[in-house]
């Protein structure tokens, strides 16, 4: 076998794999606009709990009683060790308590509705929450039990304009939290600490979804500066091309499967962007050496010459990146599954676009030897030269 017959011609489907492309690129960019990205609590806001348990968690357990009190996104994974859990959510628990307090306060008929939850009053000095309760008397709502002292401590009732006012010492976020403990404790047969509550309101996370998009802008354009200082504004133009390929197969993939994105997701986006243009640059110095080299073949000759000898190490490359992913999406847990499963798809898509969209754009504006051939310096400078 000769060293032309295992040349592989690439170019040779370049119309079909630009179809490919274009089709992947619509059917992702349509999922974007019809799905959107189902935004992780870092960008929408939530609450953050940490329990320490008085042994190993049951965390299938822990994720059925997060499940069956309807939380938005619930996740519960292990961090530290075996006996600390992460619990992470989208409900803020205040709101998803003034839900729960209002469907029960409903549930005494005649059209009792819980209107709003206030700050008590100055004179009621070490209390947390008002509740403005409509068509309900206090007795109705005393007979129910609906705010027990054993959970809310003390509570004042009071009229104001034909509405019950329900002052209690403990805020009403507290208790839906406490109740929700003791119900993992429960199906978990343990013992739980509450170590921390923390709260990430949705502002926070639009400056970091902001930020976010803003990095990844940046990141563009400093690649498209590179790429044509060390090589040649075509080539910038077919590596720019095939990383927005890349990101927007990626988001694609989480808008139409309505995976969660969070800031590991975001991350691995970003990573993405440097090890696909890595695999890019790679191929792009061996088509400008050969282009120097090879000056009498077609332009096209010359890229499947340069890919194909590549080929072997952009396969191992990415193949050696695989195995460390997969192990991460299948042991590291649930926290880095999002990070593992995004550079999956992105360096699946970083392989195919450096090798069939980079090249093939770069050869579609016409890239020639003269392009990448060293300038000479006229007579002037020459002599001008010490």
Same mark, same amino acid.
């Given at each position: 076998?000769?060293?032309?017959?295992?040349?592989?011609?690439?170019?040779?489907?370049?119309?079909?794999?630009?179809?490919?492309?274009?089709?992947?690129?619509?059917?992702?960019?349509?999922?974007?606009?019809?799905?959107?990205?189902?935004? *992780?609590?870092?960008?929408?806001?939530?609450?953050?709990?940490?329990?320490?348990?008085?042994?190993?968690?049951?965390?299938?357990? !822990?994720? @059925?009683?997060?499940?069956?009190?309807?939380?938005?996104?619930?996740?519960?994974?292990?961090?530290?060790?075996? $006996?600390?859990?992460?619990?992470?959510?989208?409900?803020?628990?205040?709101?998803?308590?003034?839900?729960?307090?209002?469907?029960?306060?409903?549930?005494?008929?005649?059209?009792?509705?819980?209107?709003?939850? @206030?700050?008590?009053?100055?004179?009621?000095?070490?209390?947390?929450?008002?509740?403005?309760?409509?068509?309900?008397?206090?007795?109705?709502?005393?007979?129910?039990?609906?705010?027990?002292?054993?959970?809310?401590?003390?509570?004042?009732?009071?009229?104001?304009?034909?509405?019950?006012?329900?002052?209690?010492?403990?805020?009403?976020?507290?208790?839906?939290?406490?109740?929700?403990?003791?119900?993992?404790?429960?199906?978990?047969?343990?013992?739980?600490?509450?170590?921390?509550?923390?709260?990430?309101?949705?502002?926070?996370?639009?400056?970091?979804?902001? $930020? *976010?998009?803003?990095?990844?802008?940046?990141?563009?354009?400093?690649?498209?500066?590179?790429?044509?200082?060390?090589?040649?504004?075509?080539?910038?133009?077919?590596?720019?091309?095939?990383?927005?390929?890349?990101?927007?197969?990626?988001?694609?993939?989480?808008?139409?499967?309505?995976?969660?994105?969070?800031?590991?997701?975001?991350?691995?986006?970003?990573?993405?962007? *440097?090890?696909?243009?890595?695999?890019?640059?790679?191929?792009?110095?061996?088509?400008?050496?050969?282009?120097? !080299?090879?000056?009498?073949?077609?332009?096209?000759?010359?890229?499947?010459?340069?890919?194909?000898?590549?080929?072997?190490?952009?396969?191992?490359?990415?193949?050696?990146?695989?195995?460390?992913?997969?192990?991460?999406?299948?042991?590291?847990?649930?926290?880095?599954?999002?990070?593992?499963?995004?550079?999956?798809?992105?360096?699946?898509? *970083?392989?195919?676009?450096?090798?069939?969209?980079?090249?093939?754009?770069?050869?579609?504006?016409?890239?020639?030897?003269?392009?990448?051939?060293?300038?000479?310096?006229?007579?002037?400078?020459?002599?001008?030269?010490?």
């Amino acid at each position: 076998m000769t060293k032309e017959s295992r040349i592989i011609n690439f170019m040779g489907v370049r119309h079909f794999t630009s179809a490919l492309s274009i089709v992947f690129i619509v059917i992702s960019i349509a999922s974007l606009a019809i799905n959107g990205l189902k935004l *992780g609590l870092d960008f929408t806001g939530g609450t953050q709990l940490e329990l320490l348990f008085d042994k190993p968690a049951d965390l299938n357990k !822990i994720r @059925e009683v997060l499940e069956q009190e309807e939380l938005k996104s619930p996740v519960a994974v292990l961090f530290g060790s075996e $006996q600390e859990v992460m619990v992470r959510t989208q409900d803020q628990m205040k709101e998803k308590a003034q839900q729960k307090l209002s469907a029960a306060i409903s549930a005494l008929g005649s059209g009792a509705a819980l209107e709003a939850v @206030e700050r008590p009053a100055r004179e009621m000095e070490g209390f947390a929450d008002t509740l403005v309760l409509v068509n309900v008397s206090s007795e109705s709502v005393q007979q129910q039990n609906l705010f027990a002292a054993a959970d809310y401590g003390r509570v004042e009732y009071q009229q104001r304009d034909g509405k019950t006012l329900v002052t209690v010492e403990n805020s009403i976020d507290s208790v839906y939290l406490r109740r929700i403990i003791a119900d993992i404790e429960q199906a978990t047969s343990s013992k739980i600490e509450l170590r921390s509550s923390e709260f990430v309101g949705p502002q926070i996370g639009d400056e970091l979804r902001d $930020q *976010g998009g803003l990095g990844m802008l940046v990141a563009f354009a400093l690649v498209f500066l590179y790429v044509a200082v060390q090589f040649q504004w075509k080539f910038s133009v077919g590596a720019i091309i095939g990383l927005i390929h890349d990101v927007i197969v990626t988001l694609g993939f989480f808008a139409f499967f309505h995976w969660d994105f969070d800031l590991t997701v975001l991350a691995a986006i970003l990573a993405l962007i *440097g090890y696909s243009i890595n695999d890019t640059i790679v191929i792009y110095d061996r088509i400008r050496e050969n282009f120097r !080299i090879l000056r009498k073949m077609h332009p096209h000759e010359v890229i499947n010459i340069s890919i194909t000898q590549t080929l072997g190490r952009t396969i191992m490359t990415s193949a050696s990146v695989f195995i460390v992913l997969f192990c991460l999406y299948f042991i590291a847990g649930e926290t880095l599954q999002g990070f593992a499963l995004a550079l999956i798809i992105g360096i699946v898509a *970083g392989t195919y676009s450096s090798v069939y969209i980079c090249a093939n754009i770069t050869a579609a504006l016409g890239i020639t030897k003269e392009d990448l051939m060293p300038k000479v310096r006229d007579e002037s400078e020459v002599q001008e030269t010490p």
